[in-house]
C-alpha cells in the first residue's frame, strides 16, 4: 500500500486540469526531418477526436488549446459543438506571425507600419475567434528577433511591440485575457524581443490588469531556476498560463517530465506554495509539446499522467514540519521532507483517484489495448496530414 | 593613420568614466586558493592611492567605490580629502552581508526579525557614510540564496526583502540612490534571492524613483543577451549602474573585454543608443573584478582602456546608415556597418585624446616605466594586505 | 596605413583556402519556417555556379562540398566538368542518413540489421562518388541518437557504429580519408551517438590512419574552449577539418566570426601554433552554414573573408615576444601582445592582396554591384528551388 | 509493502561501496565566506573518526580517501591502524598542486622545470604514502590553466603534462594506479589542462593499463549527458573512478542526488549495464562534496544513501522488457519501464537490508538520536579546525 492524500490535499488535486494542444496531435520534427505518422489527424476536427481520447482515459484535460490558422475552420461554432459531445471544450487561441512571408523581420515589431498592421488584424481575428469559441486567452507567443549584431533596432522594436499589444488589448472583452509567452532563443539566435520573463512583465504590466506572462518550461537558459519564476510570478499576480514541456538543452519539446521530473515536482510545489491551484486561481495549466518520434496520442497521456503525478507527489510535502525546519535552519531536515515526498510512491493513490471516476486504472495501457490507433490508421487514408503548415 | 571620431563623438567619450572598485587593489582568489602579492595595500588610505595612479595614467577613473565593513575607516572625510588630494573622490558604498556567522541563511531576507534588523542596520551605517563621503549610491548585492531545494521558502523571502529595502529606501536623502544588484548563482546554488534582472527590477520599481538596477556583466545564464538587457533597462528608465568585467564560465571576475570584446562594444553600442552617455545621464560605470594571477593595478588600467576603447570603436557606428538598412530589412548591410566599426583600429585617435591631456600616450608601458610598483613593494612591509577578509 | 604581414605570413594565409557547402546556396530555416527567395538554385549545377561566384570575388574558396543525395546527379563526371569550367572544384561528400524513413530510430547504429546494411551501402555508394570527383574526404555526420531516457542502448549503438565505421573506412582507397563529425545535440535531444570530440577520437583512432575528427565550431556546450579542442587534435594528429560557423546558443549556423570574432582569431591563432597552415597539413577548412534570412552567396562571400581576415590578424601575434611573456609568467604582457594582434586593422592589407590577384577590393560591394543576383533571378524561375529536402 | 530485489541483485547492492572523503568533514565554503562550525575535526584522526561514523550508521562507506598534505602525518601506519581500529581503510590518495604559490601557474605543465620537478615530487611522494596506507589508487586532479587567452602555450603545456604524468606512472608499484581527473573550469576560467573526458582518456591512454579516468559528476559543462560518458568509458575500459557530487550550475559540489536525482538513477543504471558493480570491476565511488551550510557528517550519511537508493532503483529496470522495447522502437515502452524503476518506492527493502546488517533503519535519524554530535562539539576544542588550507 503506497501513500495517500489527505481530503483536502485530494480536492486540490482535483482541480488539476490540463490542457493540450492541437497541434501535438499533428506531425512536427526538426529542421531536419519530419516524420509523418499513420492515422494522424487532417482537419481540426480530427485533432479534437484524438485529444478527447486522451481525456476519456485520463479525466485530466478537459480543453484543447487551438492554433491560428493552423486550426482555421469556416465554422467555429461547429468545431465547439463537436468538441463539447466528444467531452471536452475549446480553450487558449494561440495566434502565429511566423509562417507568413511579410515576417521575415518581425510582425509586432516590424520596422514598416503596414506589416504590423497585418500582424495586429491577426490577433483581432484571433479575438473574433476566441469569441466564437468561447475561450478566455489570447496566447502571443513572439517568435520575433534577429540573427546578427546590427541587424535590428532591438529598442524600437520593443517600443514598437509595446504600441502592438496596447492595441491589441484594447480589443479584449469581459473576461478575456492576453498571456504573452517568453522565449529565450530560437527561431531567432541573436536576440529575440520577448526573451525573458522579465520582459513579459514589462510589457504585460503595462496594459492592464488582465495581460499576464506564460511561462513555458522550455524557454530559459541552462541552469535556470524555473520554481522561483514561478514564484515570483505567483507573487506579482502575473502568471497567466503553463506551457510544459521538458528539455535537456533547447527548446526541445519533450514529454514534461521525461528530462527532470524532480524539477517538475518543485515547480508544481512551488504552484502549490503561491495558490496556484486555489479555488481562486486563474492559472491555465497547459501542454506545449511535439512527438517527434514517438506515438502522439499516447505521448499526451503520458504527459497528463506526469503532471498529475508530480502534483500529488507535490502535495505530500509536509509543510508544517518543511516550514519548522525552514525557519530552524536545518538544512538537511528540510531537504529530507522536501525529498521525502519526492520520493514516495503514489501511483496507487492515483489508480484509486481513476477508479472513483470510471477511469482506466493505466490510461497508457487502455489506450493500447483499445483499438483508437487503428480505427483512425484505417479511416484517416488520404488527404493531407497535419503539420505546422497545417 | 586610423580612424577619428566626430566631435560630437568626441564629447560623448569625453563624459565617460569608470568607477573602479577598491578591493581590486586587493588580494582575491579562489575557494582554493588566493595568492597575495608584493605591494598590495593593507588599509584603505593605500587602495585609494593605487586607484588614484590608475587614474593619473589614464584620465578614465575619476572615483574609487568603498565596500564596507573592508573599507571602514575612523574618519571618513579623513579618506575623502586623502581621495581629493590624490585627485580622485569616493563613490559608491557597498554594502557586505555576506560575512557574518549571522548571515548564514540570509540578510534583509532572513527568517529571524532579529538577524533581518542587524542586516538594516548595517544598511542604515553605509547610509551614514554615504552623508560623510558624498557617494550618490548605495549599491546592494544579496549574497542570499538556498544550496537545497526545500532548505528555505522562496516565496517569503521575497516578501520579507520588499520589507528590508523599503526601510532602507526611506534613509535615503536628496540625490541618494538604491541600486540592486542580481546575481544568477553564487554563493548560494540552488536559489539566489535576487537572481535576475527582472527581479530586481520589480523589488526596486516597487520602492520609487530612486531606486535602480545594477547590472553586473558576469551575472548571467550562459547565452544571454546582455545588452538587450541594457537596452530594456535604459528604455525602462531603470539602469542604475554598470559593474563590468568578463567572464568565460561562471562569475569569473576577468578584466573587462578579454574574454569577448565584442560583447563589450555591443553593450556600449546600445548604452549609447539608449542615451547612457548623454549629459543627462545618471548612469554608474563602474568595474568589479578580481586579478588573482596579474599585476592589480596594470589589470585595473587595462580595464578601463578596454572600457573607452570598445566605447569609441561604438561611437564609430554609422547609424544613419546602420538604420536605414534595418528599415530596409539589409541584414548583411546592416550587420557589416556594424561591425566595420568593430573592426576599425581607433588606438591612435584615443593616443592622440591622452596626449591632448597631457597623459601618456601608453598608460600600461608607462606604468611599468615608472617606480610606483616597486615603491610600493618596499614601503608596503609589515601589517596585514587587505583581501576579502579585510 | 594599416599592419603589414610579413613575407613568411603572407606565404601562410597564401594557403588558406576555405571550402563551401553546396547546401548553403539552398534554402534553410527553423523548424517553424523556410523562407524561399527569387534566384535558389535547383540543381547541384546553379549552387556550383553560386559557389564559383563566391571563389571568383574573393579568391578564398576553391572547392565546393556535396552532400548525397541532395546533390546526387546522373554524371559526376559532367558536374566535375562544369565545375572545372567555373575555376571551382568538388570536395568533401557528406553522406545524409537523416532523412529517411528508415533511419528514424538510426542508421549505422541502428538495432535492425538491414537497416544498418541499407546506411552502410549508403556510405560505399558516397564513396563510389568520390571516386568520380576525385574527392578525398568522406564525411560523416551522425545524426543518430535519442530523445527519452531509456529510449536507447547507447553502449550497444556505439559498438555497432564502430563495426559500421570499420566497413566503410574498409573501402576507402589511396588518399581518401573518413573524417567523422561530432555534435552535443540535435536532431536527437537526449543522447547523440557521437556527441564530443572524445567520442569522435576514440573511434577513429579504432579505425586507422586515415580517419579523422571533423570539428564544426557550433556543436559544443555552452562555454566550450574550442581552441583547447583544436590544440589537442591537432597534437593527436586528428584533425581533419573544420566546419565553420557562429552560433549564440545552439547550433545556429550563423556566418563564421558574425558571433565572437575574437574567438574565431583564437582557433585560427591554435591552427597556426599545431601547424595547421603548414604545407604538410591535410586539414580542410570548410564552412557549413545556413543562411536563412541573410541573402546566400553574399553570406558566403562575408563568411570567407572574416576567416581570413581573422587568420591575418592571427598571424600578426608576435611569437617571439608573446612566448618570452608566456614563460616569464607576465599575464598582462601576454595578453595584450595577443590581443593587439586581434585589436589591429589588417584590412587595407587584405585589399593589397586581392589587388595583387586581379580580385575586387571590396568583394560584398562587387556582388552587390555586379548583375549576378538579378541575373539568376531572372533566369530561375519554375522548377523546385533546392533546400535540405533535395 | 513496496519494491523488492532479486536475489542476484541484491548481489549486485551488496558490491556497492562509497569511499567517502577526509575533506568533506572540515569546513568548506565558498570565496566569499567559510563557515566554521562546532565539532569540526583538527586532524585526520578525527576526520576519520568522523568518516567511521557514517560507515556504522549505514554499512555504505568502507574507505576514506586522503588529501595529502592536508591529511599528511608523521605516521601513516598509525593512521592506518586508527582507521582499522574504527572499522574502515585509507582509501584513495589525492595529491594537491593548487595550493602552493610556486603553482600559480602550473604544477605539472608549469614552463619551469624546477617547479615541475617539485610537483613531480609530490606525487613520488603520494605514491609512497600509498605504499604506507596499502592504498590503490593516486587521484590527480590538475587544477592547472589559464586565465586569459594568450597568457598561456596550451599545446606546450600539455605535452609537458604527458612528461610529467609518465614519469609518476613509472613509480607505481603492484596494483597501484593513476586516476586522471578532468574539469571543465575552476580554479582557471579560460582553460584548464585537463578540461574534458576525452583529454584525460587520451592522456591516460598513453601511459598504460593502470592509468584510468576519474569522473566528477560535477566537472562538466551545462547540458552534458553524463551517462553516456560513463557508458563510453566503461566501453573503452578506463572508467577508474568517480567522483560523486551534485551541481545545479557550476562545480556546486552539493550532495549527490540532491539536485537531480533522476540524473543519479541513470548514471547507476548505465554503471550496471556496463559492468561497473560486477565483481570484475575496478571501479571506485567515491564522494568529493563540500558541506558549506548543512551538518558535515549528516550531509556524507546522506549522500552515501542517496546513492544506494538509485542505485537500487535502477537495479529495478526490467532488462529484458526495456530491451525488447529498444528493439521494436517502442519510445514510450522503453522509456515507462526506465521511469517506473526510478519512480518505484525502493525504501522498505533498503530498511530491511539495514536491518539484516544490524544497522538502524534510518540513519539520519540514528545520528540525531546519538549522542556523536554532542560529544565532538564538546571534546573539540582549541586546535585549528581542518578546513582546504590544513
Known amino acids: ?7 483536502e490535499n485530494r480536492e486540490t488535486l482535483n482541480r488539476l486540469a490540463i490542457e493540450v494542444p492541437s497541434w501535438a496531435y499533428g506531425n512536427s520534427g526538426t529542421r531536419f526531418k519530419v516524420y509523418s505518422t499513420a492515422g494522424t489527424p487532417r ?3 480530427e485533432k479534437i477526436a484524438d485529444a478527447a481520447e486522451v481525456h476519456r482515459l485520463t479525466g485530466l484535460a478537459p480543453s484543447v488549446a487551438l492554433h491560428i490558422p493552423w486550426d482555421k475552420v469556416e465554422d ?5 459543438t463537436h468538441a463539447e459531445n466528444l467531452g471536452v471544450r475549446l480553450g487558449t487561441i494561440n495566434s502565429n506571425t511566423f509562417q507568413d512571408d511579410d515576417y521575415k523581420f518581425g510582425a509586432l515589431t516590424h520596422e514598416d507600419p503596414k506589416i504590423r498592421r497585418k500582424a495586429i488584424d491577426h490577433h483581432l481575428e484571433c479575438i473574433d475567434v476566441m469569441d466564437a469559441t468561447g475561450s478566455q486567452d489570447l496566447k502571443i507567443w513572439l517568435a520575433e528577433g534577429s540573427n546578427y549584431p546590427g541587424q535590428a533596432d532591438m529598442r524600437g522594436r520593443q517600443d514598437r511591440l509595446a504600441d502592438s499589444l496596447a492595441e491589441i488589448y484594447a480589443r479584449l472583452t469581459g473576461e478575456q485575457r492576453l498571456v504573452l509567452e517568453y522565449k529565450f532563443f530560437e527561431p531567432a539566435f541573436y536576440h529575440t524581443d520577448v526573451p525573458d520573463w522579465g520582459t513579459s512583465y ?7 490588469e488582465r495581460a499576464m506572462v506564460c511561462l ?3 524557454h530559459h537558459a541552462p541552469g535556470t531556476n524555473i520554481e522561483f519564476i514561478v514564484m515570483q510570478l ?3 499576480g502575473k502568471l497567466g498560463s503553463f506551457d510544459f ?3 535537456f538543452y533547447a527548446d526541445d519539446d519533450l514529454i514534461v517530465g521525461s528530462a527532470d521530473p524532480y524539477q517538475l515536482f518543485r515547480i508544481m510545489a512551488e504552484v502549490i506554495r503561491g495558490g496556484g491551484l486555489e479555488e481562486s486561481s486563474t492559472i491555465s495549466f497547459m501542454l506545449d509539446q511535439c512527438h517527434n518520434v514517438e506515438n502522439k496520442i499516447q505521448g499526451q497521456i503520458r504527459s497528463v499522467l506526469n503532471v498529475q503525478e508530480m502534483t500529488a507527489r507535490a502535495l505530500l510535502i509536509d509543510r508544517v514540519a518543511l516550514t519548522e525546519a525552514q525557519i530552524s535552519g536545518d538544512v538537511l531536515a528540510a531537504n529530507e521532507i522536501f525529498m521525502n515526498a519526492f520520493y514516495t510512491d503514489i501511483r496507487s493513490e492515483l489508480e484509486a483517484w481513476r477508479a472513483e471516476r470510471g477511469l482506466p486504472a493505466d490510461p497508457m495501457q487502455a489506450f493500447r489495448a483499445s483499438d483508437y490507433q487503428n480505427r483512425i490508421e484505417a479511416e484517416r487514408v488520404g488527404g493531407v496530414q497535419a503539420g505546422w503548415g497545417a
Open 43 to 45: 482537419d481540426p476536427f
Open 76 to 80: 467555429f461554432a461547429e468545431l465547439r
Open 216 to 218: 513555458d518550461t522550455g
Open 1 to 7: 500500500m503506497g501513500a495517500t492524500l489527505s481530503p
Open 245 to 247: 514541456n521538458s528539455r
Open 202 to 208: 514589462a510589457q504585460v504590466a503595462a496594459l492592464g
Open 234 to 236: 505567483l507573487r506579482l
